[in-house]
Nanobody, 116 residues
Framework: QVQVVESGGGLVQAGGSLRPSCVVSRTTLTTYGMAWYRQAPGKQRESVATITVGGSTNYADSVKGRFTISRNNARNTVYLQMNSLKPEDTAVYYC??????????WGQGTRVTVSS
């Protein structure tokens, strides 16, 4: 059973930074595209950033220029560097392993709260 564990969320003031990480075990990341999603209270889960096996990245318009997704396959870890955080970035952030097909795995999420 693939395990996905996020960490690195927290409380930060507007304008601050956080760097959540996602550690995956019982599989290798080299064959998976990865993504970060988020879900704010009362809203649907939305894609924030994706990174393919080859390292190509894509971002939601709302976070372009502020967030950076990266991966370290040797450590089976994916990161989301979040800068210039805004109160509207407040959400639970989820790591998704696999972008297509039936082999998709999710973590339990890490909470990010941005105070104004």
């Amino acid at each position: 059973q693939v395990q996905v564990v996020e960490s690195g969320g927290g409380l930060v003031q507007a304008g601050g930074s956080l760097r959540p990480s996602c550690v995956v075990s019982r599989t290798t990341l080299t064959t998976y595209g990865m993504a970060w999603y988020r879900q704010a209270p009362g809203k649907q889960r939305e894609s924030v950033a994706t990174i393919t096996v080859g390292g190509s990245t894509n971002y939601a318009d709302s976070v372009k220029g502020r967030f950076t997704i990266s991966r370290n396959n040797a450590r089976n870890t994916v990161y989301l560097q979040m800068n210039s955080l805004k109160p509207e970035d407040t959400a639970v952030y989820y790591c998704r392993v696999g972008l297509t097909g039936s082999n998709v795995y999710w973590g339990q999420g890490t909470r990010v709260t941005v105070s104004s």
